[in-house]
């Protein structure tokens, strides 16, 4: 699959990242880190993915899943240049970037940064503003509405905060005459599932070849328990190919404290 992605070039760029966002998201949502991250090093080039199902790229496509979202990432690394040589992702986008270098198919690869997304299985969440019941109610919404306002209105009526319904309005298509909800909601579902249910620690404890994992958690956020904080500290503790930064943070971490997601980057270039 050929996925969509917008490029910020570096003025000498040799390398590539890859920034992968979160289920219901785009390419989009980690520009401003991304071209921050450019500006600061000029010999990189940053991608802008918009993972399958998601903005421009393939919807509605057989067999979602991490992995196949994950050789969608590998399949386009291969269509592009300069070489792969890190990948950031957030939320679901950092564990298709673990799920990358477990399949281990992109030799350029050395760096994976996981922004606030717990490597292990888990019970899907459920809170108001949790992807799964945002998937239930965008179901239970009309297929189009007059105008993105009301779209907007519609999710704050039904208890969504106004910025999370914001951010849903941008994957709104528009028509002659309305807008709609572009993503579909099989395929998101499938995607989000397999997520939650996929356990990525063995690559955490023994990243391949030659990646190194730098895992950066929200302090703030519900994403890690207290046990899986310590949990990857200790891999941190013994293998020196795995690092651990927590951030004063919420789960938007990249929105929260980009100065620190910046810093905690910064161990790209060694």
């Known amino acids: 699959m050929n996925l969509a992605l917008e490029r910020i070039e570096g003025s000498h760029p040799d390398r590539s990242i890859a920034f992968l966002h979160g289920i219901l998201g785009s390419g989009r949502n980690l520009q401003t880190v991304a071209r921050r991250f450019v500006a600061e090093h000029p010999h990189w080039t940053a ?6 199902g998601h903005g421009r790229s393939p919807k509605g496509t057989a067999g979602a899943s991490l992995g ?10 291969a269509a592009q240049g300069p070489p792969l040589a890190g990948i950031a992702g957030h939320s679901f986008g950092g564990k298709v970037a673990l799920e990358v270098a ?9 760096r994976v940064i996981v922004i606030d997304s717990m490597p292990g299985s888990r019970e899907p969440l459920q809170g108001a503003d ?6 239930k109610l965008l179901e239970s919404l009309p297929d189009t509405f007059p105008s993105i306002t009301e779209f907007v209105a519609a999710l704050e009526n039904a208890g969504i905060t106004r910025p999370v319904a914001q951010w849903l309005a941008g994957s709104l298509e528009r028509r002659s005459d309305s807008v709609r909800f572009g993503l579909d909601h099989r395929e998101i579902r499938a995607l989000m599932l397999d997520y939650f249910a996929r356990d990525l620690w063995p690559v955490v404890e023994n990243p391949p070849g030659e990646v190194q994992i730098h895992l950066v958690i929200g302090e703030q956020s519900d994403s890690y328990s207290s046990s899986d904080r310590e949990r990857a500290q200790r891999i941190a503790v013994v293998n020196p190919r795995v690092k651990v930064t ?25």
Do not use: C, F, Y
């Open 68 to 77: 196949a979202a994950a050789q969608d990432v590998s399949e386009t690394a």
């Open 47 to 52: 991608w802008l993915v918009d993972l399958r």
């Open 130 to 135: 949790s992807a799964l019941s945002i998937l």
């Open 102 to 110: 477990r399949q281990n198919t992109i030799p350029s690869l050395k």
């Open 246 to 270: 927590l951030l004063p943070a919420g789960h938007w971490v990249h929105v929260d404290d980009p100065d620190g997601l910046l810093a905690a980057m910064s161990d790209l270039e060694v």
